[in-house]
């Protein structure tokens, strides 16, 4: 498998997954990847002139710079290889326009790249039905520390748009609330910083502590009452 980007995602990737022997990488600036290394001696530095040896491709790069390097390097690369593509920002159809002759899979991340390296923890990628043959390649690759569901190229950008947005949300009225009573900011840099995803998880798990399960009650019956 060759690693196109370096990005947050394909950072996340190599960091996280500790099955694979060597990471194949290539990056329009060798300088990320040359950091990386120092850190992660799996990681091989991939040039152009080497694409052709590779047929299984994971494309960790956004969608103009996506789009940029197709145009320099497609041709560089065997007939009928099969790419991973991660972009939530372009569609399967939209980037075999810029791949003739070649296997588009989507391939969407839900959750967030930088927390999961925090948490050592890869979570889920998703992959259309239909595609079982290519979603075994993958699960293989990614190895024992992520998941891979099905699922649409637009749920997960719903997923992930209302989780954004929603959180974002979050955080701006806790900060008000905290400022409103004047709690001094390294207090609520700490409180920020480990209850959202602590209730989060714990709500995940069924395993929620007795003030969360009062205040989660009582927001199911003020829910009620309002309907």
Known sequence: MLIVGFG?????????????ETFYVY???KEKVVEAKKKNRNIHIVTPDQFSSFQ?????????G????FQQYGAFFQENSLFFHTATGLTKEEVETYLPGHRVIPLKYAGHALQAMRENNGNTFVIPPGYE???QIIEHWLGSAFS?????E???LVANQVAVEETMKLV??????????????SIQEAALSHIPAGVIHAHLAGEHGAFAKKILEQWQKEKCDET
């Open 148 to 152: 891979v569901v099905t699922g649409t």
């Open 8 to 20: 947050k995602l394909a950072r996340m990737v190599t960091s996280v997954n500790k099955d694979v």
């Open 133 to 135: 043959k290519e979603r």
């Open 56 to 64: 299984h491709i994971f494309l960790a790069l956004p969608p103009d």
């Open 27 to 29: 990056n329009r600036t």
């Open 66 to 69: 996506l789009i940029t390097f």
């Open 172 to 185: 701006a009225q806790v900060t008000e609330r905290l400022d409103e009573r004047k709690i001094p900011k």
């Open 154 to 156: 637009e749920e997960v």
